[in-house]
């Protein structure tokens, strides 16, 4: 059976990919900017309440993965932080001004994960030569990647990510992400041949305040959250 990786952008969408039936969770803040690491709060309450693996996104602010010094400091830290309460891995990547992966510091950030489990993050997708990077992320230690092959959606950059997983050869796990719901999942995992497939599977709710101004001044009016059903019915068609 085919797993399900659910990105949860708090401790309540964390609960419910665990109760849709998710195999994982990826546990990350501002999901709408691409994400970013959730606060120590968040990761604590996510480790006590969740059964099944919690990995965590390491990823200091939004915009590209080509990092400062200080921000792999940061990361570095934050990679021990999680490694300190228990997670069960970090999704971590970085990229030099030419796109290439940042061997260097992805060395750093696997050698801080220890005994954890590391996957690289969609910033392989911006990578020029996708083959090549896929034997840099396989030399450097990482278990997972996850990509949409370069494109927009997983659906659509489905030819390359069956590539990938060819070229993979069972040497790392070649995770699909990025528009994947109940209805596509399921060829897609067909086409592919991927055993490990990744989704927010989020709706918006209707705000809880009983009194909503007509102009929210920018900070919204509902909660973004992972739907259970949603999850469920992802679950469901890998069966």
Not at 173 to 182: K, L, N, R, Y
């Amino acid at each position: 059976m085919a797993l399900l990786e659910v990105a949860a952008n708090s401790v309540a969408s964390a609960f419910a990919a665990q109760e849709g039936g998710a195999g994982r969770v990826e546990l990350c803040a501002s999901l709408d900017e691409g994400g970013v690491t959730p606060s120590h709060g968040t990761i604590v309450l996510a480790r006590e309440g969740l059964d099944i693996p919690l990995y965590v996104l390491i990823r200091p602010r939004s915009g590209d993965f080509v990092y400062e010094n200080a921000e792999i400091e940061a990361m570095l830290d934050d990679i021990a932080h999680c490694r300190a309460l228990g997670c069960d891995g970090v999704v971590v990547g970085a990229l030099t001004p030419e796109g290439d992966v940042d061997a260097d510091a992805c060395a750093a950030f696997v050698r801080a994960a220890g005994d954890m489990g590391v996957t690289f993050h969609r910033a392989f997708d911006l990578v020029p030569d996708r083959g090549d990077a896929l034997e840099t992320v396989i030399d450097l230690g990482f278990e997972r990647v996850l990509t949409s092959g370069g494109m927009a959606s997983a659906v659509a950059g489905a030819p390359a990510l069956a590539k990938l997983v060819a070229q993979a050869g069972g040497r790392i796990v070649v995770m699909p992400g990025a528009g994947i719901d109940p209805d596509n999942v399921r060829a897609l995992r067909e086409a592919t041949r991927a055993r490990e497939f990744h989704a927010s599977a989020k709706r918006r709710l209707p705000s809880a305040m009983r009194r909503v101004p007509r102009d929210t001044l920018g900070m919204g009016a509902g909660e973004t959250r992972t739907d259970v059903d949603t999850v469920r019915a992802i679950v469901a068609a890998l069966a």
